[in-house]
């Protein structure tokens, strides 16, 4: 059972528009939250990170949104640059308690096409 | 420093046979995560070491698939015997901490015919 979901396979953009990549989690002990990004024939490398304590973090292009009432996190890419072609892994983690190895889930292809 | 390294790259065996995954991380990290990347499945954590001791083997699949540590700058996944359903991207990671900070490698794509 997948605790940590993330249902859209594949998200195409045009260049320049925003990237939403979405992710729900079914564990309430989850309270920190990765994204991860992987290029093709290359290990995923960190992203960005929210902890429960924030609903908004935000680094340059990249930020993410956490709804914890609704167990929902998202990643925006404003503006989307072909780089950004990659698949993004969403993680979440406990912090007490158990739980703090992350759980990932399946990814999300994107692709940003110029 | 160059980083967690593993090796192969690619492996292409046939059903039954043994294979070896390895992967040297980075000095001075204390733990070691093998994962496993699959469409149906995603990143799923197979097994972690910490000082080179085996901490949470639960996700290990089946008792075909066994990980052991030696010495801090090596690890071995193993599976034996191979079958089909194994056929998967095997990633290695490093960290100074538990649950923060994770290097991964590059890779092994693993395909059993």
């Known amino acids: 059972d997948q605790q940590v979901k993330q249902n859209s396979p594949s998200l195409s953009v045009q260049e320049g528009r925003i990237s939403i990549l979405n992710c729900d989690y079914t564990?309430?002990?989850?309270?920190?939250f990765l994204w991860y990004k992987k290029y093709p024939a290359e290990g995923p490398t960190f992203l960005i990170s929210?902890?429960?304590?924030?609903d908004k973090n935000e680094d340059g292009r990249f930020t993410v949104f956490l709804n914890k009432s609704a167990k929902h996190l998202s990643l925006h890419i404003v503006p989307s640059q072909p780089g950004d072609s990659a698949v993004y892994f969403c993680a979440a983690r406990g912090t007490s308690g158990g739980s703090y190895i992350p759980t990932f889930g399946r990814g999300t292809s994107l692709i940003v096409h110029p | 420093d160059a980083g967690v390294i593993q090796s192969p790259r690619h492996e292409v065996t046939e059903m039954g046979q043994e294979v070896t995954l390895r992967c040297k991380p980075i000095?001075?990290?204390?733990?070691l995560f093998w994962y496993r990347q699959t469409m149906m499945r995603g990143l799923e954590l197979l097994i972690y070491f910490n000082n080179n001791v085996p901490i949470d083997d639960s996700g290990m699949p089946e008792d075909r698939f066994s990980a052991k540590m030696p010495n801090a700058s090596f690890s071995t996944l193993k599976i034996q015997p191979s079958e089909p359903r194994d056929s998967a991207v095997y990633f290695c990671a490093s960290s100074l901490t538990e649950n923060y900070g994770y290097t991964f490698g590059s890779g092994t794509r693993l395909t059993v015919v």
């Open positions: 564990n309430s002990m989850f309270d920190y």
């Open positions: 000095s001075g990290h204390d733990y």
């Open positions: 929210i902890s429960s304590i924030k």
